[in-house]
């Protein structure tokens, strides 16, 4: 059963930066098939697909991400990474990492991490 464990996350002031880090384990074949995505759930919203890296590296990132974050993979490791620079406020939310859903189906989520943008 392929699990997903999610960190890096906790409290930061705005204007500040958090590396989110989520590693894949259960999986034959490892991450390197797979797009990957980083998503984002405020409670009483839907999840959001925030950014998406292809099996070949190639990015993509949602209007909320655009200019402040980054996805990143090593394959060699299983994990992705989230590097957000320029947090504000509204980027509170519990961040989740997970195949990418518009190519993929989704594994089952894991326990995400919360990031509290706050002064």
């Known amino acids: 059963q392929v699990q997903l464990v999610e960190s890096g996350g906790g409290l930061v002031q705005p204007g500040g930066s958090l590396r989110l880090s989520c590693v894949v384990s259960?999986?034959?074949?490892?991450?390197?098939?797979?797009?990957m995505g980083w998503y984002r759930q405020v409670p009483g919203k839907q999840r959001e697909l925030l950014a998406a890296?292809?099996?070949?590296?190639?990015?993509n990132n949602g209007e909320s991400a655009k200019g402040r974050f980054t996805i990143s993979r090593d394959n060699a490791k299983n994990t992705v990474y989230l590097q957000m620079n320029s947090l504000r406020p509204e980027d509170t939310a519990v961040y989740y990492c997970n195949a990418d859903l518009f190519r993929h189906d989704p594994w089952d989520w894991g326990q995400g991490t919360l990031v509290t943008v706050s002064s």
């Open positions: 890296i292809t099996s070949g590296g190639n990015t």
């Open positions: 259960g999986t034959s074949a490892g991450i390197a098939p797979m797009s």
